[in-house]
C-alpha cells in the first residue's frame, strides 16, 4: 500500500488467465479501490490502464447469463390443486411461500423475514410490511398490498388458512416461515418455536421437489421465479410502469425489465404495429 495501477493491472491479467468470473474482477476492483480510499491513498484502480485491462478481462470471461424460467399462473394452480388441500404443514408452508412470493414479487429475503406482526387482513386485501429489502439502503420499509382474489390460488385466502393450521398468533413478531418439527406420536407437524426461519437451501429443496412432482424440469427453476413469474404475468397484462416498480420495489427500468419475459403476444406485437 498504495499499490500501482501498473501492479494492479498485472494482478487482473492474473486472475484471467486462471479463468475467474467477471463478477470475481469486479469485486477486486472494487475491493482495492476500497481499502485504498479508506486509507488516504490515490485510487490506483482509477486508471485509464487498470480499467482497459478490467475491461478486456471481463469481456474475455464474459458468459451468456442464464436465467431461471418464471413462474406462471398455471403452475402455481397446479400446486394448490395437488399439495394445497392436505393436511401436511409442510406442504402448506411452501404452497403459502410460492404464492405470496408471486403475487408481492417477493425476493426470498423478504419472504422468510415476514413475521406475524407485519401482516394484516381487510375485507378486501392484506398489507404485508417489509421491513427491509435490497433496494431501501436506509431501512425506511414499504407495504405491499395484494388483493384477495376467488380463485384456489388467491394468496390472502391461502395465508389465512396457513395461519390458522400452524397456530400463529398476529401479534407476535416471530417468522411466520419457521423450520417445522414432526411429532411421530401425534403424526402431525408444528412450527418451531424458536425465532428461526426455513433456510433458502430447504426452501429451495422444497420447491424444485414439488415441481418435480408435477412432472415439470426443475432444472429450470429457482426461488427467484416466484418474483420474475410476477413481474412477468404484470408485465404481460399491461399494468402501469409506476405501479408496476412500487410494487416490486424497483429503483430502475432496467432492474424492473431484467425480470420480465414477454409473451409471444407481446412480442408479435411489435411487428404487427409497423404498418406494413
Known amino acids: 500500500m498504495p ?70 399462473p398455471e403452475i402455481l394452480t397446479q400446486l394448490v390443486n395437488r399439495f394445497g388441500s392436505t393436511e401436511n404443514l409442510l406442504d402448506k408452508r411452501i404452497v403459502t411461500m410460492c404464492l405470496i412470493g408471486y403475487a408481492g414479487f417477493l425476493r426470498f429475503s423478504e419472504i422468510v423475514n415476514i413475521r406475524a406482526c407485519d401482516i394484516q387482513f381487510q375485507s378486501t386485501h392484506m398489507s404485508i410490511f417489509i421491513e427491509k429489502s435490497k433496494t431501501d439502503k436506509y431501512r425506511q420499509g414499504s407495504c405491499v398490498i395484494i388483493a384477495k382474489s376467488n380463485n384456489i390460488t388467491c394468496p390472502v385466502t ?55 412432482c408435477l412432472g415439470l424440469d426443475k432444472t429450470k427453476f429457482g426461488l427467484h421465479s416466484l418474483r420474475s413469474g410476477g413481474a412477468t404475468s404484470a408485465a404481460n397484462a399491461g399494468i402501469s410502469d409506476r405501479i408496476f416498480k412500487k410494487h416490486g420495489r424497483w429503483k430502475s427500468d432496467r432492474a424492473k425489465d431484467g425480470y420480465v419475459k414477454e409473451d409471444l403476444k407481446t412480442q408479435l406485437s411489435v411487428s404487427q404495429n409497423l404498418g406494413i
Open 3 to 72: 499499490a500501482t495501477d501498473y501492479h494492479v493491472s498485472l494482478y487482473l491479467i492474473y486472475l484471467m488467465q486462471n479463468e475467474c468470473s467477471s463478477s470475481k474482477i469486479e469485486e477486486v476492483i472494487y475491493s482495492i479501490a476500497w481499502a485504498h480510499n479508506i486509507a488516504g491513498y490515490n485510487n490506483p484502480c482509477a486508471s485509464e490502464l487498470v480499467k482497459n485491462v478490467a475491461e478486456g478481462a471481463k469481456r474475455q470471461l464474459s458468459r451468456p447469463c442464464s436465467k431461471k424460467e418464471p413462474i406462471t
Open 158 to 212: 391461502c395465508l389465512e388458512s396457513y395461519i390458522k393450521d400452524a397456530d400463529i398468533n398476529l401479534e407476535d413478531d416471530k417468522f411466520i416461515f419457521r423450520q417445522i418439527t414432526f411429532f411421530k406420536k401425534a403424526n402431525t407437524h408444528k412450527l418451531r418455536n424458536d425465532s428461526r426461519h426455513i433456510s433458502y437451501t430447504r426452501a429451495r429443496e422444497l420447491l424444485l421437489e414439488k415441481l418435480q
